[in-house]
Structure formats: C-alpha cells, structure tokens
C-alpha cells in the first residue's frame, strides 16, 4: 500500500486524518534490516520471523547443523511454532533444491529442524552462468579450478567447496 492510498483513507474523517498524520509514513517504511542478531529496534536478515530465537537456539541450531556438515555462512534461520511444536527452518543458499527434515533436540526441548536448499538459488543461477564464462578466459588452470570451486559451493550450497577454492591462494 502506498502511503497516498493511505492518505485518501485518511480522508473519511478528521479522526482518520489524524491517525495517518501520525502513523502514515511509518505504516509504508521498510522494515529496518540487519546483518546481525534481531533486537526490538530491527529484524535480522539471518534469523527473520515473528518468533524471537534467541542467540543461545542459534548455537545449539549450528551445533547441530554442523554434525550434518552444513556450515552457517550461507544459511538463514527461521523460528517458527507449528502445531505447538518449535520448527527452525534452516534456509541454505543453493542452487539445488530439496528439503529435509530432522526430529531433535534444542536446549533440552524438542523440536524439529528443516533445512530447505534452494535459497537465492534464481541469483546463483545466473552467477553460475557468468562464471561458467569467465572460465573461459582464465590465464591458467588454476584460476580456473577455483572459478569451477565457486560454483559447486554455489550449486550445492557447501561451503567446503569454497574453502578448497582458497587454498591454492595461501599456497605458492
């Protein structure tokens, strides 16, 4: 809704008017975003939703997705309650697509964990395509096999691949 649309609401009554004036802009402002852990001033990009996670579920969350060999730099955690039960939605960044679903235990408590592969996958398409290009213009084999490591780490979300593309960097 835009804030005009508001506005001509606004116009059914001086009461109404009064209330866009107030809370009009901020009813259309962008939700204020961060990079970071979720506060009352703003949302985290890595752990969005109603439900508030608290930094002591993201912990024992990671813990247990990396006994599953995920690690949490290209990951997104959402909180969620279905049916009572708690469900931590572990979005993967990844061109492959696909979910699972674990029965576990967080902090003592039941719960369930889902992690969902496919995240960003429409942008890792098209940068995939480019640097499938771009390894066409390499200098050497080597540049070429880290360009060809970005995009397994890209295609299936695992970041071992990425880390296999540093290591001929350190080396030499």
Avoid: W
């Avoid at 009554?13 to 259309?28: M, N, P, Y």
């Amino acid at each position: 809704m835009t804030l005009e649309a508001i506005k001509k609401l606004g116009n059914a009554s001086t009461k109404a008017q009064k209330l866009v004036d107030l809370v009009g802009e901020v009813i259309v402002a962008p939700l204020p975003y961060s990079l970071g852990f979720p506060s009352d001033q703003c949302q985290s990009a890595y752990y969005p939703g109603r439900e508030r996670i608290s930094k002591e579920e993201i912990k024992a969350v990671d813990g247990y997705l990396q006994s599953k060999q995920i690690q949490p730099e290209n990951t997104s955690i959402h909180k969620l309650i279905e049916s009572g039960q708690t469900v931590y939605e572990v979005v993967q960044a990844s061109i492959e697509q696909g979910s699972t679903t674990f029965e576990s235990s967080i902090l003592d408590k039941p719960a369930v964990i889902r992690i969902k592969k496919g995240g960003y996958a429409d942008i890792l398409t098209k940068v995939n395509a480019h640097l499938e290009k771009a390894c066409q213009f390499t200098p050497n084999d080597l540049q070429r096999q880290i360009l060809q490591k970005y995009m397994q780490s890209f295609l299936t979300g695992n970041m071992d691949h990425y880390r296999e593309s540093q290591k001929p960097l350190g080396q030499g």
